[in-house]
């Protein structure tokens, strides 16, 4: 048996894994997100109240299953790309601003959502630095490099002098181990940690975070060279220690692999796997058909995956970044900051959203299928063929929380064109319906800013809560003009990545030899291809008419950025 773990924005999961890939047991646990009144960029968690959701998650799956102890043999970690702080003991250091800054204290996370450090990201892009390049040419305020270079302008020197810096997946690693070794994915995905050179110390020191390699980076972790970080899965120094085991109620030296930030864990949890068409399942995919494979990972934001045998530079999109997953390979990263959190918010801010609850309560079901109930029966009352042309005249901009792909730009903002004064249930469907499709027109100008700098995508492989909802799945490959493909179980691609991580550490130190290279990647993508089970293609299905509405609303949702951007450039103008 293997344990994956899975820390995202707002719980904590464990999953008890078979060797086959199949789930055994699951426990989910709630975790906290502090925010401020008076400020809406700010979200914060804690190390504390997220480790001890793992403890509980774990020993309830151990409980679920009667699944002694000694029967797990790995486990694997991912979590969410936030900056967690510690003193070089381990012990949460305060990121909230304030007096308490600094100080030791549980607020110790700053979320990857985040948006604190907007004046520290600009100050990074205005360099010119080579890290530029392998972030789609601008650093995002999300990353931890702002995020620190905050925290170092506001702190007083004394004490962000004894901070140590982690991106989440690694400090849970080194709490399940106390070991300091970093991973791949969290430092080169959010700390600018370069392909075959690691820490640029001239680019630190230009944003005023020189003390770093003062320091031999010990302050971030990997103090010597790219060598010294993992690639995902491997072993992490000698397993559990014996604090975390007798915490989780596991045995001391279990195998822990390096950790993958929750994004990356879905890409490994779901690409490799084949798919039924046909009512039959497809041939096992090779490791060079991952080229042609998007992940979406999607929930509170959404992800998408792709990986290269080379590096391909996409502008707004992070990466290329080596060595993230597999040796050798590069991996391209876009994104959607708000997209889960995006459908709740436009269904909950409504007038109508009370109305929406009482009817789904009166009639035992969810909102959503009453959702789907209403744009039926209004697409039926006005005698169109689907969706689209019901709110063929309805148009929103979709990045309310600014944009992280292919735009790189956290100023943009949400809009809506198209507005009458019905306030009423059918109006709260249209708008729903067309926030789905504007998240998938979003979907389709990061594949093509993909496709257009030298990827292929082919098919999009989608995990997350929101594979749930069919008619946003269908407009996915309706838009995109390419299958989708969804995970045999919706809840669980991204903790089966994390436990294939589990069984990779368990198993690439057999015979006392630790596999390398070709051989490396030979055996995770075997057992990405062993543990997942097949899933389910949804080819498109648009008619012609439909087919030139998307088109239509695609050129619509483009000139949209452009009306956006001149406008807020002539309200600079005039502004002074």
């Known amino acids: 048996m293997y344990i994956g773990i899975d820390v995202g924005t707002g719980s904590v999961r464990a999953a008890l894994v078979e060797h086959s890939g199949q789930l055994v047991a699951s426990s989910t646990r709630p975790t906290v997100t502090f925010r401020d009144d008076h400020d809406h960029r700010i979200f914060e968690q804690s190390t504390t109240d997220i480790w001890q959701g793992i403890c509980a998650s774990v020993r309830d799956v151990l409980k679920q299953s009667q699944c002694p102890p000694e029967n797990i043999k790995g486990i694997g970690i991912d979590a969410t790309c936030s900056l967690a702080v510690t003193d070089a003991d381990g012990q949460p250091v305060i990121v909230t601003k304030g007096d308490d800054l600094g100080k030791l204290g549980n607020r110790n996370i700053i979320l990857w959502a985040d948006h604190r450090a907007e004046e520290e990201a600009e100050i990074i892009n205005k360099t010119g630095a080579k890290a530029l390049a392998y972030v789609g040419g601008t650093m995002s305020l999300e990353m931890e490099v702002p995020k620190m270079l905050w925290?170092?302008?506001?702190m007083s020197p004394s004490l962000f002098s004894r901070c140590h810096f982690f991106d989440l997946p690694d400090y849970l690693t080194y709490r399940a181990t106390r070991s300091r070794t970093r991973s791949s994915c969290s430092l080169t995905c959010k700390c600018s940690f370069l392909p075959d050179s690691g820490w640029d110390k001239a680019f630190f020191e230009q944003i005023g975070l020189g003390d770093f390699a003062k320091d031999g980076y010990a302050l971030i972790g990997a103090e010597r060279g790219p060598k010294d970080v993992l690639t995902a899965g491997l072993p992490v120094s000698e397993g559990l220690s014996e604090e975390a085991a007798r915490e989780l109620g596991l045995i001391p030296g279990t195998p822990v692999g390096s950790g993958v930030i929750d994004a990356y864990a879905g890409w490994i949890g779901t690409i490799a796997a084949r798919y039924k068409r046909d009512g039959k399942p497809s041939d096992a995919p090779t490791l060079d058909e991952s080229r042609h494979r998007?992940?979406?990972?999607?929930?509170?934001?959404?992800?998408?995956?792709?990986?290269?045998?080379?590096?391909v530079f996409v502008n707004g999109v992070w990466g290329p970044y080596k060595n993230v997953v597999f040796p050798g390979w590069w991996m391209n990263e876009g994104g959607q900051s708000s997209t889960g959190q995006l459908i709740d918010f436009m269904i909950t801010t409504h007038p109508a959203y009370p109305k929406l609850v009482e009817r789904a309560k009166n009639e035992n079901t969810n909102i959503h299928n009453v959702l789907a109930d209403q744009l039926n029966h209004l697409r039926k009352e006005a005698g169109v063929e689907n969706l689209t042309e019901l709110t063929k005249d309805m148009h929103i901009?979709?990045?309310?929380?600014?944009?992280?792909?292919?735009?790189?730009?956290p100023r943009m903002r949400g809009a809506i064109t198209g507005l009458t004064l019905d306030h009423g249930l059918s109006d709260l469907a249209r708008k729903f319906n067309v926030t789905l499709e504007a998240i998938a027109l979003q979907t389709k100008h990061i594949i093509d800013s993909m496709n257009a700098s030298g990827h292929t995508i082919q098919i999009i492989y989608i995990s997350g809560g929101q594979t749930k909802n069919k008619p946003l799945m269908q407009l996915f490959a309706n838009t995109c003009g390419i299958p989708v493909v969804l995970p045999a179980s919706t809840n669980d691609a991204v903790t089966l990545g994390a436990a294939m991580l589990g069984r990779f550490a368990a198993e690439a130190g057999k015979?006392?030899?630790?596999?390398?290279?070709?051989?490396?990647?030979?055996?995770?993508?075997?057992?990405?291809?062993e543990m997942t089970s097949p899933g389910?293609?949804?080819?498109p299905a648009a008619s012609p008419k439909e087919k030139r509405l998307l088109e239509v609303k695609y050129k619509i949702f483009r000139e949209s950025i452009e009306?956006?951007?001149?406008?807020?450039?002539?309200i600079e103008a005039a502004c002074g």
């Open 151 to 154: 925290l170092k302008n506001r």
């Open 294 to 311: 998007l992940a979406a990972v999607a929930g509170t934001s959404t992800c998408h995956l792709v990986q290269s045998p080379d590096g």
């Open 397 to 409: 901009y979709p990045d309310l929380h600014g944009n992280r792909s292919p735009i790189a730009d």
């Open 511 to 529: 015979g006392g030899k630790m596999k390398e290279g070709v051989e490396q990647a030979k055996a995770l993508w075997d057992i990405m291809v």
């Open 536 to 539: 389910t293609l949804i080819a």
């Open 563 to 570: 009306i956006q951007k001149r406008w807020r450039d002539e």
